[in-house]
C-alpha cells in the first residue's frame, strides 16, 4: 500500500499571500496524483488529477506540480473562500486508492 | 447536473447490519465507475471499495473485505453497500462518489469528481 503524507498539518496565510500544500508518496506514483479541497460541513471537491491537471470549473489561482513521490499544490493570492482542509490521493497503484491526511488551509 | 443522495446511515449496534443507497441524476450511471469513501469523525478520507459499470469488478479496501458488499441496479440508477458485522472503528460518513478513470494513468485508476452529501453511520451500544 502507498502511504501518502502531506505537510504541513495546518497553514495559515494571510489574504492575499501565497500558499504552498505538500504531498509526498511513500514510492512513486508517476503523475497519478488528485488533489481535493473539503470545506467545513461539505464532501469533497476534486481539484486536480494528473498532478497538474485542472478539474472543470476550478480556478486558476490553483495549480499543481510534482511526478515521483513530491508534489506541491499552490495557492495563488489566498482568499478567505479557500479555507479548507486540502487532501491528496494516489491512483498510481490501486486497489487501495489511498489519500493523504490532510492540510488544513487557515486565512489569518 | 449531477446529484448523488446517500440514504440510510443511522445507529446501529457493534456486529449489526445496514444497507446504504446511493441515487444518481444527471449523467448516464451505467457508464461510469462508482465507488464509496468514508471519513471518520475528525478524521481523513478513506477509499472503501469501487464498482465497474456493469458490476464485474469490484474492490474493496482490505479492513471491509468479506464484511461489506458492494453492488449497482443501473435500472434504478443506484449504488449500495451493505454492510455486516459492523465494528466500531466502521463509524464515520460514508459518501457516494463517481469515480473519473484517468486514461493517462493506465491501470484503470484515477479520482473522484462528484461525491453526495454523505450519509452517517454511527456503530455503538
Known amino acids: 500500500e502507498i502511504v501518502m503524507t502531506q505537510s504541513p498539518a495546518t497553514l495559515s496565510v494571510s489574504p492575499g499571500e501565497r500558499g504552498t500544500l505538500s504531498c509526498r508518496a511513500s514510492?512513486?506514483?508517476?503523475?497519478?496524483l488528485a488533489w481535493y479541497q473539503q470545506k467545513p460541513g461539505q464532501a469533497p471537491r476534486l481539484l486536480m488529477y494528473g498532478a497538474s491537471t485542472r478539474a472543470t470549473g476550478v480556478s486558476a489561482r490553483f495549480s499543481g506540480s510534482g511526478s515521483g513521490t513530491e508534489f506541491t499544490l499552490t495557492i495563488s493570492s489566498l482568499q478567505s473562500e479557500d479555507s479548507a482542509v486540502y487532501y491528496c490521493q494516489q491512483y498510481n497503484n490501486w486497489p487501495p486508492l489511498t489519500f493523504g491526511g490532510g492540510t488544513k488551509v487557515e486565512i489569518k | 447536473e449531477v446529484h448523488l443522495v446517500e440514504s440510510g446511515g443511522g445507529l446501529v449496534q457493534p456486529g449489526g447490519s445496514v444497507r446504504l443507497s446511493c441515487t444518481a441524476s444527471g449523467f448516464t450511471f451505467s457508464t461510469y465507475w462508482m465507488s464509496w469513501v468514508r471519513q471518520a469523525p475528525g478524521k481523513g478520507l478513506e477509499w472503501v471499495a469501487n464498482i465497474k459499470q456493469d458490476g464485474s469488478e469490484i474492490y474493496y479496501v482490505d479492513s471491509v473485505k468479506g464484511r461489506f458488499t458492494l453492488s449497482r441496479d443501473n435500472a434504478k440508477n443506484s449504488l449500495y453497500l451493505q454492510m455486516n458485522s459492523l465494528r466500531a472503528e466502521d463509524t464515520a460518513v460514508y459518501y457516494c462518489?463517481?469515480?473519473?478513470?484517468?486514461?493517462?494513468?493506465?491501470?484503470?485508476?484515477?479520482?473522484?469528481?462528484?461525491w453526495g452529501q454523505g450519509t452517517l453511520v454511527t456503530v455503538s451500544s
Open positions: 514510492q512513486s506514483v508517476s503523475s497519478n
Open positions: 462518489a463517481r469515480f473519473l478513470r484517468i486514461a493517462a494513468a493506465g491501470n484503470g485508476g484515477g479520482g473522484f469528481d462528484y
